[in-house]
């Protein structure tokens, strides 16, 4: 039955930089070591050299024990998402005030739909200027 592992990317890996946190790369499986800074037979400088990148190359290139391979899994936190992918931004949501009073309302529409107001002016100023002449 396959075990779950958690997932992390490589750019999440990367924030692990320092020597209080510390996690590297080795065949797509991460480790935080950070405990393990101080005993590693290199030095916490070989350790810090490849956080941040994938460490399988140089890893592979100290020649490391079948015993050292052991010890690694007590430092194992989970592995490297091979299918990232890239980040969705997040969209804005607008919303409209819902509790506008009659006037605001007027004064909204009046200004989204300024047709209406000027033809009411307009048909107001000819009904005017008709019944001003009939007297």
């Not at 592992?5 to 991460?30: F, Q, R």
């Not at 990148?53 to 290139?61: A, C, H, I, M, V």
């Not at 409209?96 to 307009?122: H, T």
Request: charged share 30%; with cysteine; hydrophobic share 40%.
């Amino acid at each position: 039955m396959p075990t779950l592992t958690k997932l992390y990317s490589m750019k999440e890996a990367a924030l692990h930089n320092t020597p209080d946190d510390c996690w590297i790369v080795v065949d797509g499986k991460i480790y935080d070591v950070t405990k393990y800074l101080e005993d590693h037979p290199g030095g916490a400088d070989v350790l810090l050299e490849v956080t941040g990148k994938d460490g399988t190359e140089e890893f592979e290139d100290a020649g490391h024990s079948k015993d050292a391979k052991k010890l690694m899994q007590d430092y194992f936190i989970g592995e490297l998402d091979m299918d990232e992918t890239p980040d969705i931004p997040e969209k804005e949501v607008f919303r409209k005030e819902q509790d506008m009073d009659f006037g605001s309302k007027l004064v909204a529409y009046a200004v989204q739909y300024w047709a209406i107001p000027v033809a009411a002016v307009g048909i107001s100023a000819v009904v005017a200027i008709l019944y001003a002449r009939k007297k």
